[in-house]
């Protein structure tokens, strides 16, 4: 919300539900000192808004939602509580991971997504066991830069449904992406052999001569002990999510016919 301020203060009045059918202009410069290292949001083009009237996120591209100018200062990081640390950091490598396997083709973004994997693993339990461990901080916010650049590839995931688990839950949204995140990869991986390699062999594995199914099997297992290490392990029923909010859960993660799908989910 606080990047389409600037949007806001400067067209009186916009009603965000119809922002696509508005005019909007540059908008008041900005900028951005990000202090959580996520998804990379202070070098994107978007913002994201949960809609009063309908309940659900819209997503709204404009150029008038990017920074002027963006400090990546890994000592305003060092505060964020482990918690914190591990949930963001899931976050970028979830969407890491789901950008790499998008069927849009975009070698670009297939190299920018396998860099942010390896920063992540790399980065991550450093930057979660020790706070001021300004190299591991700084390393996660570049990987959170390569989060929103790997987000220029159109299309969707299989995992962008999990935001909806905050709104219904009060769940975090990387806490939700890695609760997530390795039945997503198995689900895939059955459909689709030999998918997670180059993310294994980005993670530091070494799956280059396995078999499909091997290759598949360790970068899964990988990350889920990887998730696990962090504090991020569970079903969504012990961080909040009942069985009675199934049928919205799914309702709230499907595509709808709303003016943000048009330019893709957050």
Request: charged share 20%.
């Given at each position: 919300?606080?990047?389409?301020?600037?949007?806001?203060?400067?067209?009186?009045?916009?009603?965000?539900?119809?922002?696509?059918?508005?005019?909007?202009?540059?908008?008041?410069?900005?900028?951005?000192?990000?202090?959580?290292a996520?998804?990379?949001?202070?070098?994107?083009?978007?913002?994201?808004?949960?809609?009063?009237?309908?309940?659900?996120?819209?997503?709204?591209?404009?150029?008038?939602?990017?920074?002027?100018?963006?400090?990546?200062?890994?000592?305003?990081?060092?505060?964020?509580?482990?918690?914190?640390?591990?949930?963001?950091?899931?976050?970028?490598?979830?969407?890491?991971?789901?950008?790499f396997?998008?069927?849009?083709?975009?070698?670009?973004?297939?190299?920018?997504?396998?860099?942010?994997?390896?920063?992540?693993?790399?980065?991550?339990?450093?930057?979660?066991?020790e706070g001021?461990?300004?190299?591991?901080?700084?390393?996660m916010?570049?990987?959170?830069?390569?989060v929103?650049?790997?987000?220029?590839?159109?299309?969707?995931?299989?995992?962008?449904?999990?935001?909806?688990?905050?709104?219904?839950?009060?769940?975090?949204?990387?806490?939700?992406?890695?609760?997530?995140?390795?039945?997503?990869?198995?689900?895939?991986?059955?459909?689709?052999?030999?998918?997670?390699?180059?993310?294994?062999?980005?993670?530091?594995?070494?799956?280059?001569?396995?078999?499909?199914?091997?290759?598949?099997?360790?970068?899964?297992?990988?990350?889920?002990?990887?998730?696990?290490?962090?504090?991020?392990?569970?079903?969504?029923?012990?961080?909040?999510?009942k069985?009675?909010?199934?049928?919205?859960?799914?309702?709230?993660?499907?595509?709808?016919?709303?003016?943000?799908?048009?330019?893709?989910?957050?």
């Amino acid at each position: 919300m606080a990047k389409a301020t600037p949007v806001a203060g400067e067209k009186a009045g916009l009603d965000f539900s119809k922002f696509y059918e508005e005019r909007i202009g540059r908008g008041w410069p900005f900028h951005c000192d990000p202090t959580t290292a996520g998804t990379g949001s202070e070098v994107g083009r978007s913002s994201v808004i949960t809609l009063q009237a309908t309940g659900r996120k819209a997503v709204l591209f404009h150029p008038a939602l990017l920074a002027r100018l963006v400090i990546l200062d890994s000592k305003l990081t060092v505060e964020l509580p482990p918690k914190l640390t591990a949930a963001t950091g899931a976050d970028a490598l979830t969407h890491c991971i789901e950008s790499f396997t998008c069927p849009v083709f975009h070698p670009m973004c297939d190299g920018i997504a396998l860099e942010g994997v390896h920063l992540v693993t790399k980065y991550l339990p450093r930057a979660y066991r020790e706070g001021n461990d300004l190299e591991a901080r700084g390393n996660m916010l570049v990987a959170r830069r390569w989060v929103a650049l790997r987000s220029r590839r159109p299309g969707r995931g299989p995992f962008t449904g999990a935001s909806c688990f905050r709104r219904l839950c009060g769940m975090h949204h990387g806490l939700a992406n890695a609760l997530c995140l390795v039945a997503g990869m198995k689900f895939c991986a059955e459909r689709k052999p030999g998918l997670y390699r180059r993310i294994g062999v980005a993670c530091g594995l070494n799956v280059i001569d396995c078999s499909d199914q091997e290759a598949d099997q360790e970068t899964i297992r990988f990350i889920s002990n990887f998730l696990a290490d962090l504090g991020l392990s569970g079903k969504l029923r012990d961080h909040g999510a009942k069985p009675e909010q199934l049928n919205a859960l799914v309702e709230q993660a499907l595509p709808g016919p709303l003016p943000q799908d048009k330019c893709g989910a957050g």
